[in-house]
Structures are given as C-alpha cells and as structure tokens.
C-alpha cells in the first residue's frame, strides 16, 4: 500500500476546525486506518482508528469529543475532522493502515504511514 497525506493541513486559531484527508494508493477495504500524531520534541501518538467496515473506532482521550475519523472505501481516502483546536494539538498529522482489519488503537496495530501533513494551532 502506498499512503499519501493530502495537503489539508494549516495554520489555525485555537477553537478553529481544520479536515486533513489521506489518499490511498492499493486497497484499503480490507485494513483498519488510523491518524497518529508526533509533536515536536515528542513521541509519535496515537490520535484515531476506524475499523474497514467502519464498524468500529477509538480516539485518543485528548481528542474525544472533539475529532471525527471517517471512511470512504470506494474512493479509497480517510478523514480526520478536527474541531476545538488547541495549541497542543499542534504536530504532524500521519494517515497510517492496519496490519488488520480490525480497530488500531496502538502504533503497534499499524503497518505502513503516509508522508505527514503538518498542523499548526496558534494564535
């Protein structure tokens, strides 16, 4: 599979919503997808996972409420809405897949990464 985060991140205010999309090159209908997150001077972290049928999903207690990950597997692209933005969710947004079909909920779970796309909340 080959990942490509699609350019939708930014700079934007605290309270702000932004959308950043991921383009998948092979086929995604059979792998969980996810979005994980690396600030600067931190580790990478988890942020959202959603299970191929989409039948399942989990979010980072930081963005619960708050982040909305979506599928499409007809035209191969997930979605991470974010809404509420806050200064310390500034970082490089990575679309990820599965090594299943399952849920990811770990870094672990996840087997190949996008190029990153990076976002930035400031005032």
């Known amino acids: 599979q080959v990942l490509l985060a699609e350019p939708g991140g930014g700079l934007v205010r605290p309270g702000e919503s932004l959308n950043v999309s991921c383009s998948v090159y092979g086929r995604i209908t059979s792998y969980g997808m996810g979005w994980v997150r690396q600030a600067p001077g931190k580790d990478r972290e988890f942020v959202a996972g959603i299970s191929y049928k989409s039948t399942a999903i989990d979010y980072a207690d930081a963005v619960k409420g708050r982040f909305t990950i979506s599928r499409d597997n007809a035209k191969n692209t997930v979605t991470l809405q974010m809404h509420g933005l806050k200064p310390e969710d500034t970082a490089v947004y990575y679309c990820?897949?599965?090594?299943?079909?399952?849920?990811?909920?770990?870094?672990?779970?996840?087997?190949?990464w996008g190029q990153g796309t990076q976002v930035t909340v400031s005032s």
């Open positions: 990820a897949a599965a090594t299943t079909g399952w849920v990811p909920r770990r870094l672990s779970d996840f087997g190949s």
